[in-house]
């Protein structure tokens, strides 16, 4: 009798100890974003001036280590934090910040991305392709790459785009790299938005996944067939100049160079008509 008594007691603090439990990690995880948000403004700070002062001006290391004291605190009070890890290892690699080492900043690099963070991903995979001259490490590469990719991350999207468009490593398929550049496109990424409107002026079909993926579900009847009709008669020299916008927004030349380029060619042809 009185084990069951003690059964039933127990089971009225589960839900109870469950909540507790939850309320602390909530509040543990707002705490360690704080430190990080605190972190990452002191490095947008540096990252603002470093270009026009020398890497070991004393003037910075008051921003570093502000950044490297909140990212530190950001693991000590959540120590499952993925993003403190990342821009932690980040600090490691980059900055000439008081007591940088690179083999810490590997240790957290690796960490952030087996845990799943998709920047650490990418640029773990990154770096096993370029800094690693010793050891075939592609496949360690594209791993790391594709888990990053499964979260959209956009430097991951246009990375592989890139693989598959040049047959590096893997069989040549242009439907899966403009998959790839579009949908890093969307995310505002210059280099896949020029790469993809590239390919569409070459003559490239978009590919019937990019459709697919762009066409409303089928109960929204007809606004189906009218985006269905709209992929048809889509001219790509517009949807060129669309991805090129993109990169013009993006802050890249190179997109603003194309976008004049077809106006003026547009210009021309219209000048021969009327001629």
């Known amino acids: ?29 707002k705490k360690a974003m704080g430190f990080v948000a605190k972190g990452w403004s002191a490095l947008q700070e540096v990252d603002r001036v470093i270009d026009y002062a020398d890497l070991n001006d004393p003037r910075l290391i008051p921003l570093l280590r502000t950044a490297k004291d909140n990212f530190e605190l950001a693991l000590e009070v959540d120590n499952m934090n993925t993003h403190a890890r990342y821009w932690l290892s980040r600090m490691h690699f980059k ?4 007591g940088a080492c690179k083999l810490i900043g590997v240790s957290l690099l ?4 087996n845990m799943g963070d998709a920047d650490a991903q990418y640029e773990l995979g990154c770096r096993l392709r370029v800094d690693n001259k010793y050891v ?28 598959y468009l040049t047959g590096d490593c893997v069989k ?39 459709k697919r993926f762009n066409v409303r579900s089928p109960s929204t009847g007809g606004a189906k067939k009218k985006k269905d009709v709209k992929w048809q008669n889509e001219d790509a020299i517009e949807m060129a100049k669309e991805q090129f916008r993109i990169a013009a927004e993006a802050g890249c030349d190179l997109g603003l160079h194309w976008l004049n380029r077809l106006s003026d060619s547009e210009k021309q042809d219209l000048q021969s008509l009327n001629q």
């Open 1 to 29: 009798m009185l084990r069951f008594f003690i059964s039933r007691a127990a089971g009225r603090q589960g839900p109870l100890c469950t909540l507790r439990h939850q309320r602390w990690m909530h509040e543990r995880n």
């Open 172 to 210: 040549r398929d242009v439907a899966s790299a403009m998959w790839c550049f579009h949908r890093a496109s969307e995310k505002g990424h210059a280099g896949a938005a020029i790469a993809y409107g590239s390919l569409l002026l070459k003559g490239y079909e978009v590919p019937e996944v990019v």
């Open 136 to 163: 075939k490490s592609d496949q360690q590469a594209f791993y790391y790459i594709e888990e990053a990719v499964e979260q959209l991350h956009p430097g991951a999207l246009y990375l592989l785009g890139a693989v």
């Open 95 to 98: 900055y000439h910040v008081p």
């Open 110 to 113: 690796v960490e952030a991305a």
